[in-house]
């Protein structure tokens, strides 16, 4: 079985992050994932610098990215201005992304639902000229911060749409981290009936803990792209203090255990996150990146230290 993970730490955990790192720090952060053995990473957003001040350096940051034939660098682009930025760098893939709620769309885009896809419509083109793939984000698959549950039929409505568009993928996200396996897999179940497994990607947050149960039930029903964040990088913006993002150590702990290759050094990755965490100023949520750090600590102290 072959596992793909998408390290998003960059940009959806960083995002989520009160200290803005320095550019050149993010550099190292790619570094350290890529020797690591990760190859697929999301690095930046090419919304308004003005929207989200971390990832203002979203050019420069693309720009002194190690080129790699073998590494796929991915941004988020919003819009055509995203998409006209984003056009002048060395990013390889982009993303769109909308809501599955109407409400968090709204708030999120300033847009409906409906009205976005315009928007979108414009990036796919200029991505077409160019001959870049595209992923779709859909968010509160599971559940919205204002409405609460979102209906099945709508979440296959946005990926429908979004197919039509021409994304290769679509990642379905728990923005506010409220799936349990149940959900997961009724969800995917109806999902496979309109479009394969192969093009959905799981996007968990680990907000109240079941975000390793909800990863290994879409394994279980066969999706095998994951959306994870080093360290569990990224806090919920709905839920202060919480964690969001499923932590990519825990993820690969778990796969390493049930006998997955992943091609990708847990150890490597938890010196990665450890470098992250001075840089942030606090612990990283993942579990396996503190024992990692516990047990070294350990180990140093045997040693006389
Ligand atoms: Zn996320």
Redesign the pocket.
Known sequence: MQIKLVE?GLR?GLQNERVILATEDKVKVAQGLIKAGIRHLEVTSFVSPKWIPQLADAAQLAHQLPPLADVVYRALVPNRRGAERAGQTPIHEWAVFLSASETHNRKNINKSIEDTYPVLREVMELARQQGIRVRGYVSTVFGCPYEGEVPTEQVLRVCERLLQLGVYEISL?D?IGVATPKAVKRLLRACQRHIPLEQIAG?F?DTRGTGLANAYAALELGVRTL?T?LGGL?GCPYAPGAA??LATEDVLYLLEQEGIDTGIDLALVCETSDFVQTKCKRALPSKVLQSYLAQKRDEKRGDGD
């Open positions: 998003v959806d996200g923005t996007h947050h959306d964040s990224g969001g993002n």
